[in-house]
């Protein structure tokens, strides 16, 4: 069974920075692209990230461009998230996603971890 | 900037139907941005409907199907239940890496 387990989640002040990791199980995570996908308080959801397999072709949100960055860990099966020069409007839920397809290259989000919060405000 | 678009809110009687569609500023929606459908109910994570325009995840019910309408695209819910009452949301890859979702249909089963 595919499991995606975010950690790393909680309140910073604006200019802050925070690291966000999912730890995968249940499939070959150095197979599938992942994606990090935000949710703001009673909005909708936002693409912020992806990665290929390799870790070596990332892409941004426009939002997040030069301030986060992410990476994974192909032997220790996790997906970071580092989040710098925090803002307010970066208040969300944090989810990590698995790719549907086991290319290595991103057609899309299936599995869903269940996210963490992260809350900026001074 | 690219806009994904969705209808804000429908409404089904039970066992109806109802189609959702999706898309973008950039012209028609087509299999090359492998459309993506999820579900969210309030609390949870979201739950994947359809990837790459048509393909069921697993578990899904086959009330639920994918496809290209015209020049957008499209969920149908084929005799709507109460508990598809939820948020919608579509997901297209607008090229360069870049994917981008749609602002969610909120649907009502009454």
């Known amino acids: 069974e595919v499991q995606l387990l975010e950690s790393g989640g909680g309140s910073v002040q604006p200019g802050g920075s925070l690291r966000l990791s999912c730890a995968a199980s249940?499939?070959?995570?150095?197979?599938?692209?992942m994606t990090w996908v935000r949710q703001a308080p009673g909005k909708g959801l936002e693409w912020v990230s992806v990665i290929n397999a390799n870790g070596d072709s990332f892409f941004y949100a426009e939002s997040v461009q030069g301030r986060f960055i992410i990476s994974r860990d192909n032997y220790r099966n996790t997906l970071y998230l580092q989040l710098s020069s925090l803002r307010a409007d970066d208040t969300a839920v944090y989810y990590c996603?698995?790719?549907?397809?086991?290319?290595?290259?991103?057609?899309?989000?299936?599995?869903w971890g269940q996210g963490t919060l992260v809350s900026v405000s001074s | 900037q690219t806009v994904v678009t969705q209808e804000p809110s429908f409404s089904v009687s039970p066992g109806g139907t109802v189609t959702l569609t999706c898309g973008w500023n950039?012209?028609?929606?087509?299999?090359?941005?492998?459309p993506a459908w999820y579900q969210q109910t309030p609390g949870q994570p979201p739950r994947t409907l359809i990837y790459n325009t048509n393909i069921r995840s697993s578990g899904v019910p086959d009330r639920f199907s994918g496809f290209i309408l015209g020049n957008r695209a499209a969920l149908t819910i084929t005799g709507a239940q109460t508990e598809d009452e939820s948020h919608y949301y579509c997901?297209?890859?607008?090229?360069?890496?870049?994917?981008?979702f749609g602002g969610g249909t909120k649907l009502t089963v009454l």
């Open positions: 249940g499939f070959n995570f150095n197979t599938y692209a």
């Open positions: 997901l297209l890859y607008v090229g360069g890496g870049i994917w981008v």
């Open positions: 996603t698995k790719d549907w397809h086991p290319s290595g290259s991103t057609f899309g989000p299936d599995h």
């Open positions: 950039s012209g028609s929606v087509s299999t090359t941005e492998y």
